[in-house]
Structures are given as structure tokens and as C-alpha cells.
């Protein structure tokens, strides 16, 4: 693990670096708390941090301060290192954001102690991280299909409806329904009618711009935010619809034809009903009429 060692004395620095090494670490040696700082402003900065209290140019008090002012889920660890012992001082030093501190001068075994403390906590930080991503990810995304759920997508298109009036732009909205899902279903399982969600969700994201939005309305149902020159959506559907019905599904030794219906409706920059339930509720409209003249086909309200 890397350590960065800030320490103006230039031979306690390298006292301290030998020392760490041995105990498996990595040093990274400054002998200023600007240098330090310039270190962590780096890609993959140490996480484990010993600083000097006493240093020229910026002590570690100040550079104590200045990275607790960093907005970040991945604090560094930091002791402070210094000749002072009142409680004071030490008090100030846990104040400026420092997780420990240990006077001068101090035993190695102490100091090692110390250190294995910090590794202990960066590891329980990092983990805590990594579920805390896991949540975000699980709360927004449908575990089928990996596609974002509804709530995200509802959210996307909340969000999209604001900045397109802000920016002028067509704000387009998609219901798809797979056609006749419920026949794959009750002839081949719902195994297969889960592989053929997947495949959808696949082949969509597949010919789609990674700023559009795709998710999961519903059981065989997605909802799709894009913004796009007017003229150019029905091509941008057409290229959906034919990502899907082109070529056959081929799930396990099943070979299927796939086709899915697709209801539009447009934003205009101009239109002065901007709400996310009435263009849903016109997309189903359209959907309804692609479902009703035949299936297989892209229509589109304008609103
Ligand atoms: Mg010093």
C-alpha cells in the first residue's frame, strides 16, 4: 500500500521511509505539504498519509484543512506527526480533520500500530463504497435486463423535460411492447420469455447513442427518452424496430421472430403542456394505434 510520508527533516524523512518500506509499504516521500498536496491531486493517490505538523510552505495542519475540503466518498486516512503533546494540540490537529496523531519522539511499534489501524479503516471505507454503489446501481437499474427501471427512467424524462425547454430541443418519448409476448410465455416458458427480454434490452442498447435513455416500463413494456431532430425520429425508431425484427432471436436450440410495436410522442420546443404523465399518456395513445393497424411498426403523435 502506498504511503505518503511529508516530513521537512530530511533525515527523519528517510528514517520514516526505510522503516515503512520494511513493514511492506510503499513511501512516497515530500519534504513540504505543497509537494504533498501536488502528489494527492494525482491519479491514484496514497490513501494513507503521514504528515509532519511542522513544514514549510503548507504545514500539515493547513494541508490537514485543505483536503477535508475536498468533497469526496474516498477521505484519505491522515495522522499527524508531531513534537507538540498538549491537549490542545491535539485537539486542534483531530479538529483539522487529521483520524489520529502521534507525538514525537515515538516507538516504531507504536507508529506501526497506527498505520495497520489506517489500513484497517481504508479497507472498511473502500467497502462501504462498493455497497453503496451496489445500492445506487440496484435502485436504478432492472435486474433482468440491466436496463435503468422505471423510477430511473421516469426520472431521466423528468430531467430531460426541463433541460430541453431550457435548450430548445425535441424531446421524444417511446412505450414498446414486445408483440404478442404472452405466446412465448405460455408456449415456451418463462425462461424463454426472460431470454427474450434480455435480447431485446441487448439489441436496443445496441443501436442506441449511450445519451439515450432505455428502460423497463413494465413486464414486455420500455419507455425510451431520446432528443433528436424532428425529422430524423421516425428513422431513429425504424432503426429499433428493425434492430428487432431483422433477425431471429436464437435462444438455446429455438429459433424466434421477435417483432415489438413502437408508440411516440414529440415534445416540440413550442408546446406549453411539458409535463411527463400527458406525453406518456400520448405515447400510449400512439402505441395503441401501431398495435391496432398491424404491429411491427413505429407511430408517432406529435404533442
Ligand atoms: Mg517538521
Redesign the pocket.
Known amino acids: 500500500m502506498k504511503l505518503l510520508i511529508a ?3 530530511s533525515t ?1 524523512c528517510a528514517m520514516l521511509a526505510a522503516i515503512v518500506s520494511k513493514w511492506g509499504y510503499e513511501p512516497i516521500a515530500v519534504e513540504d505539504g505543497e509537494a504533498a498536496w501536488t502528489i494527492l491531486q494525482a491519479d491514484d493517490p496514497p490513501r494513507l498519509l503521514l504528515l ?4 514549510p510552505v503548507l ?2 495542519l493547513k494541508l490537514c484543512q485543505r483536503i477535508r475540503q475536498q468533497e469526496t466518498n474516498d477521505h484519505p486516512y491522515i495522522i499527524l ?3 507538540r503533546s498538549d491537549t490542545t494540540d491535539i485537539v486542534s490537529g483531530l479538529h483539522a480533520g487529521s483520524n489520529d496523531y502521534i507525538a514525537k519522539p515515538f516507538e516504531n511499534t507504536e507508529l506501526q500500530a497506527r498505520l495497520q489501524v489506517g489500513q484497517r479503516m481504508l479497507k472498511l471505507q473502500a467497502e462501504l463504497n462498493q455497497v453503496r454503489e451496489n445500492l445506487v446501481y440496484q435502485a436504478n437499474h432492472d435486474v433482468l435486463t440491466g436496463l435503468m427501471n422505471r423510477r430511473a427512467v421516469l426520472q431521466a424524462l423528468e430531467k430531460e423535460i426541463c433541460r430541453t425547454q431550457r435548450t430548445q430541443e425535441t424531446l421524444c418519448v417511446a412505450l414498446c411492447d414486445i408483440d404478442y409476448f404472452k405466446q412465448v410465455n405460455d408456449s415456451h416458458g418463462h425462461l424463454v420469455g426472460d431470454a427474450v427480454l434480455e435480447e431485446v434490452a441487448r439489441r436496443m442498447s445496441a443501436v442506441s447513442r449511450p445519451y439515450d435513455h432505455i428502460g423497463r416500463y413494465g413486464g414486455e413494456e420500455f419507455l425510451i427518452v431520446i432528443n433528436t431532430h424532428s425529422d430524423q425520429v421516425l428513422g431513429t425508431f425504424e432503426r429499433l424496430r428493425l434492430a428487432i425484427a431483422d433477425s431471429q432471436f436464437v435462444i438455446d436450440h429455438l429459433r424466434l421472430t421477435v417483432t415489438m410495436s413502437f408508440g411516440i410522442s414529440m415534445l416540440l420546443p413550442t408546446a406549453d403542456k411539458r409535463d411527463a404523465m400527458s406525453l406518456i399518456a400520448s405515447a400510449d395513445e400512439s402505441l395503441y394505434k401501431a398495435k391496432e393497424t398491424g404491429r411491427n411498426r413505429v407511430v408517432c403523435l406529435e404533442m
Not at 509532519?52 to 513544514?55: I, Y
Open positions: 516530513e521537512d527533516d527523519s509532519d505538523w511542522e513544514m504545514d500539515g506527526l508531531t513534537a
